[in-house]
């Protein structure tokens, strides 16, 4: 297994997610050690030169399947989709992430991404309408999830603020980037979905299989201090010299 951790952060819709880790990835100790993120751009800038890499991605993935594919159809059929759409655009992003992992695990340095393997099962739940007698398969997803990632200690930052503060943003994301944005419906339904899936990753924590780490994103924009806490509770800051000291707002779970 390498050394070099897998970092996902976690958290709302909204909650800061990609501000956290944008914020982190900006240590100067952390890019001269040569840690990772995505392989495309999170914003609309390059909506272009993302997509082709979304493409090439998912295209890669298929293969990664391999042995799982059985296992992988039958989630398929048995998971309550909203709608067929849905269905498609979960599948693709979770193919798509998968490959990414996949890709840079070749480098063997660490991996930090704003939205990783769980995010994808968040959006997999999400895109579901669970009746009664057909509910959601989480571990089922969860489970082969994890059977086709890296041997890499999996570290998941979960980002977190007070609803109001992340409504708040929400509401002011430009032009809504998304459905959650636009409906209170929806970003109440998210919500819910967030605390599904934080309980099947504080099982696997006590399992030993994660390592959680909780960050609180409030209003205020995080110093070099908090960083450097941050990375060093993460497992990417190595024998660099940083000096983490005390940090209110961070905390690793036991």
Known sequence: MSTAPYVEAFGCPAVGKSYVTERLLELAELRDAGVQSELFSISRARRLSRMATKVRL?????????????????????????????????????????????????????????????????SLRFRSRPEAGRPFPM??????????????????LHVVAEGQVIQARQRDRRGGQSVIDRSRVARNDAAVVVEEVLAVIDALESSGRVRVVTFDNAQGEPGRQKLCALAHALGLAGSMAMAPGPVHGLSQLP
């Open 58 to 122: 998912v295209a890669g993935a298929v293969p990664l399947l391999g042995a799982h594919w059985g296992r992988f159809c039958a989630l398929v059929r048995c998971t309550p989709w909203s709608s067929a759409p849905a269905a498609g655009r979960a599948l693709l992003n979770w193919l798509q992430l998968l490959a990414m992992v996949q890709c840079l695990h070749r480098q063997e340095r660490p991996i930090v991404l704003c939205q990783g393997i769980f995010q994808a099962v968040w």
């Open 139 to 156: 571990q089922q997803w969860i489970s082969l999830t994890l059977a086709l990632l890296p041997p890499r200690p999996i570290v998941v």
